[in-house]
């Protein structure tokens, strides 16, 4: 490894960057040592490093670009997600960055992205902050050592939290910006201490550059049985992917991101990033054991006397997070590649309380589902959010899709009927009432239910038709009693349930005639007035 601390150029590709210190490829250890005299942060009971992001705690969607130029413009789905650039605006802002990083200490990654070293591409990541680094080092794949001499960047990340953007002249909306130029293969970060911002930036580069490959990108966590048979979970985020998929009884694959190509499926990262609001032992065993010395927690409350976290303190935010390898995992298999999925779950959080806790998939819904992606915004992910709001995400992961919807659900359609996958949709929000009267449905019954669907015992059930939304609700599933299967029997007040599920199945109508009205979406859709009433 190279520890050079001279005044040297880190980013030839670029554009010089004169340092006064930088650090390529530390090791962890002193990663946290610096850190922790930079004060950074703090270390915690478990050996973790406690980390604050200050404003933003959360993604912050407003705030992201795509630079539009000629290579690139015709093929982005442009809109409120994926906001135009000039290049000229991008070229300003970069200038003002690169000045501003003159004679700064930088510390350097070198990795790379999927774990299918038939796709593999890899990244160079330069980071202000050493802690930010070690959350880097965590999230995406290690080059091997023989690997980094001569490295050679498919695409860079340059992270500088300490850098405000001045929206009067970089063309901005605040002082934090998230941009994406895919002609340079460069990604600029500032603003914003919040370190899901590399990731997720990371996995929108993705989802432009694996499709191309004939790679299905996803926003799903996946894990593997004993036999080799591959589960997807689908979702966005606090809806249960990392939670549901750490299961002691599989191999952990991967948590949030993955593709799919001709020969199965493979992690696009080397870690994970785990919300960890209300996390317990009992509850969680896995997720808890890994939040240990090199691992880098986000935004919670530590005591200062015992150091250690009090994570059911949601006092700074509701998205309070951590990061660490895969590997911290017990049982996650590396390198994360396995075969074609045999069972994908979609997974929402429903804030009405009116969704059955599982439900199986046949034909048109499942690309009606996917791409309506129903599910709730959960407090703290996203700036501004306190409680659950019902939301539909396309794809199960609209903010981070460059390209239109129909590339990724054609794609996700004919994988699924080639490969005979079974596909489900299960909620882990609320039953017997919306979110604020109801509760929560209980995690180990939700565990029964995805250990049901995974083992195939949902087959020869008998099944019932959801009047509200046509889903095939199952009259048993072993674990889960019986009852809480259709959503109905839950409520106190069934006149209430009606009311409250007519509602949501408005709504459902309401985006999927948005989604009709798009041309490219048309023929995917069919020319049925809504695929839910099938």
Same mark, same amino acid.
């Given at each position: 490894?190279?520890y050079?601390?001279?005044k ?6 670029v554009?010089?960057?004169?340092t ?6 530390l090791p962890?250890?002193?990663?946290v ?6 004060h950074e942060?703090k270390l915690?009971s478990s050996?973790?490093l406690?980390v604050?992001t200050?404003?933003y ?7 992201k ?12 789905w ?10 000229? @605006? ?7 960055l690169?000045a501003?990083?003159?004679n700064?200490?930088?510390?350097v990654?070198e990795g790379?992205?999927c774990?299918?070293p ?9 980071n202000e902050?050493a802690?930010?680094n070690?959350f880097?080092?965590?999230?995406? =794949? ?20 300490n850098?405000q953007a001045?929206?009067s002249?970089d063309?901005t909306n605040?002082e934090a ?18 370190a899901?911002? #590399? ?7 993705l989802?432009?550059l ?8 996803m ?6 049985g004993?036999?080799g048979d591959?589960?997807?979970f689908?979702g966005?985020s ?5 939670t549901l998929s ?5 191999f952990?694959i ?9 020969e199965?499926i493979?992690?696009?990262?080397? +870690?994970?990033?785990?919300k960890?609001i ?7 065993p896995?997720?808890w054991?890994a939040?240990r ?5 986000e ?6 006397v015992?150091?250690?976290?009090d ?6 935010t509701?998205?309070t997070?951590?990061?660490y390898?895969?590997?911290y #995992?017990s049982?996650?298999?590396?390198? +994360?590649? +396995?075969?074609?999925p ?6 929402? @959080?429903?804030?009405f309380?009116?969704?059955p ?8 819904q499942?690309?009606?589902?996917f ?10 992910t996203?700036?501004?959010?306190t409680?659950?709001? @019902? ?6 992961g ?16 004919e994988k ?5 996958t ?5 909620n ?5 009432? @919306?979110y604020g009267?109801?509760?929560? #449905?209980?995690?180990k ?7 049901a669907?995974?083992?195939?015992q949902?087959n020869?059930?008998e099944?019932?038709q ?5 889903l095939?609700?199952p ?5 889960v009693?019986?009852e809480? =299967?259709?959503?109905?029997?839950t409520w ?6 009606q009311?409250?599920a007519g509602?949501l ?10 989604l009709k009205?798009s041309?490219?979406l048309?023929d ?8 839910r009433?099938k």
């Amino acid at each position: 490894m190279n520890y050079n601390n001279n005044k040297i150029s880190i980013e030839k590709e670029v554009e010089l960057i004169n340092t006064a210190k930088v650090h390529y490829n530390l090791p962890i250890a002193k990663l946290v040592e610096i850190a922790l005299t930079r004060h950074e942060g703090k270390l915690t009971s478990s050996g973790a490093l406690s980390v604050r992001t200050g404003k933003y705690t959360g993604r912050s969607p407003n705030d992201k670009f795509i630079v539009n130029d000629g290579e690139v413009s015709k093929d982005i789905w442009w809109g409120d997600i994926n906001k135009p650039m000039s290049q000229e @605006a991008f070229q300003n802002i970069y200038n003002r960055l690169l000045a501003y990083l003159q004679n700064r200490e930088l510390f350097v990654f070198e990795g790379y992205a999927c774990a299918d070293p038939n796709y593999r591409y890899p990244i160079r990541f330069i980071n202000e902050m050493a802690w930010q680094n070690i959350f880097v080092r965590h999230l995406f =794949l290690k080059m091997e050592p023989a690997l980094l001499k001569g490295f050679k960047p498919s695409l860079t990340v340059i992270a500088a939290p300490n850098f405000q953007a001045d929206p009067s002249i970089d063309k901005t909306n605040s002082e934090a910006f998230i941009i994406i130029n895919f002609s340079r293969r460069l990604i600029l970060i500032g603003g914003t201490h919040y370190a899901g911002e #590399i990731k997720k930036s990371v996995f929108s580069a993705l989802n432009f550059l694996l499709p191309r490959q004939n790679v299905l990108s996803m926003h799903c966590s996946a894990n593997m049985g004993k036999e080799g048979d591959v589960a997807l979970f689908f979702g966005l985020s606090g809806t249960g992917k990392t939670t549901l998929s750490a299961d002691p009884e599989r191999f952990l694959i991967g948590d949030d991101e993955h593709g799919w190509s001709e020969e199965g499926i493979f992690n696009l990262e080397g +870690g994970c990033y785990a919300k960890c609001i209300n996390l317990s032992r009992e509850r969680e065993p896995q997720i808890w054991d890994a939040i240990r010395f090199g691992s880098v927690v986000e935004n919670v409350v530590v005591d200062p006397v015992s150091a250690e976290i009090d994570f059911n303190d949601s006092s700074i935010t509701e998205n309070t997070r951590a990061g660490y390898p895969v590997e911290y #995992i017990s049982g996650s298999l590396i390198p +994360g590649v +396995g075969g074609h999925p045999r069972v994908i779950i979609f997974l929402t @959080a429903d804030a009405f309380g009116v969704m059955p806790p599982v439900a199986k998939l046949t034909g048109e819904q499942i690309i009606y589902h996917f791409l309506l992606g129903y599910t709730s915004k959960l407090a703290g992910t996203e700036r501004g959010i306190t409680e659950p709001v @019902a939301t539909f995400s396309t794809c199960f992961g609209a903010p981070f899709l460059p390209l239109n919807p129909q590339i990724y659900a054609r794609m996700l359609e004919e994988k699924v009927s080639r490969h005979q996958t079974d596909v489900y949709l299960v909620n882990t929000g609320w039953s017997g009432g @919306a979110y604020g009267t109801g509760k929560r #449905i209980e995690l180990k019954y939700t565990r029964s239910i995805v250990s049901a669907v995974i083992k195939g015992q949902l087959n020869s059930v008998e099944y019932d038709q959801d009047p509200f939304f046509n889903l095939m609700i199952p009259r048993e599933c072993p674990g889960v009693p019986q009852e809480i =299967l259709h959503p109905e029997n839950t409520w106190k007040d069934r006149n209430a349930f009606q009311k409250q599920a007519g509602h949501l199945a408005d709504l459902f109508e309401d985006n999927y005639s948005k989604l009709k009205s798009s041309e490219e979406l048309r023929d995917l859709l069919g020319s049925s007035r809504s695929s839910r009433l099938k």
